[in-house]
C-alpha cells in the first residue's frame, strides 16, 4: 500500500498529543485516540517535539539513533491520521490576495493602512472623500501635518505611493457620480471617521442594492467598532445593527446605575489605534475577498481604547429591518 508522507516543512496540528505507555504510543487527537505503531516508542515523543521544531528528519533520525526508516514510517503514520495542520495547502490558501476594485469611503490614518496593505498585484484601490484635511487627521497619520486645510483626496495623493490608487477628487455623496462609483466597486469600506451614521446609511443603501459587499468602519474617543462585513441579501445590514444596538439600550440600566468605564491613564496615540484598526480591518477585507473561504458567523470586532480589550460582538439580522427591506 502507498504510504501517505507529509511535503518538507508540513506542520503537526496544535491538538496533537503524543502519550508514551510503556511501549505504546498514542496519538490524541481532537476526540479520538489512536495508536501509532513504531518500534521505539520511547523516542517518539522526542522525536515529535523537534520534528515541530523545523529540524530535518535526518538529523533528528541520526540524534534519536533511530533508523531512517522508522522515522518515515512514523511520518506516514501520522500524515494517515490526519495530524498534519490542514490539507497541505493551508499557508497558499492563507495567503490568497485580495482581488478586485477596493473603494474607500473616506481617507485618513485607518484607510490609508488598509490601502498601504493592499496587494500591488490583482486590485486597485480608490478613494471617495470630499472633506478637508484636519489637525486631528494630521495626528493620526505622522508625515501628513503640512497638509492640515487642503482637500484629503489631495493629501492621499501625497501620502500614498505615486500609481498606487485612484484618486476621486471632491466626490459628493448624494451625487450621481457616487452611485455610479458604488457600483463600480468589488468591494466598498466606509471608514469615513468618526461614527458617520449618514454616510454609512448610504453606502449601506447604495451597496445593497447593488449586492456589493461593504465593511464599516466607526471610530468614537473610547472605541473602535470595525464591521459587521456586509454580503448583501445574506448577512445583517448596518441598519440591523445599528437598530437592535439602539433597542436594546432602551432597556438598559440607568446612568446612575451603570458601574463607571474601567480607565487608562493615557489612551494610545492615534497613530497607533489607526494601525491596529487597519490591520483589523484587513482580517475581515480578506473574508469579504474569499467568501468561500469563511463560515465566521456575522459580527462586530469592538477595540475597547479605554482598557485595550477587544470583544467580537454577534451582529443579527433584524425581522423587517427598513435598512435592507429593498434586498
Ligand atoms: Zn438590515
Redesign the pocket.
Known sequence: MARSSPPEGARLRDDLEVVVAGDRVLAYLGNHTYELSVKEAPQIAHFIELYDGGQPVAEIAALLNIPRATADDLLANLADLGCFAGDFRLSERDERPITGDIGFVGFNATTCGMIRRLPREGCTASIADWRIWTAADARGLPGSEAFVGQPRSAVADRMLEPGRVMILPGIELLSDDFTEWVARQSIVVASPGGLSPATQELVNQRCGERRIPWLGIRDVASHTDIGPAVRPPDT??Y??VTLRTFLNRSVALPPEMRSPPKRQKKYLPSAERAEITAILGMHELHELASPDDTDAPSHITRLDWRTNESRRLPAL??PN?P??EWW
Do not use: A, I, T
Open positions: 445583517p445590514c441598519v440591523c439580522k433584524l429591518c435598512g435592507c
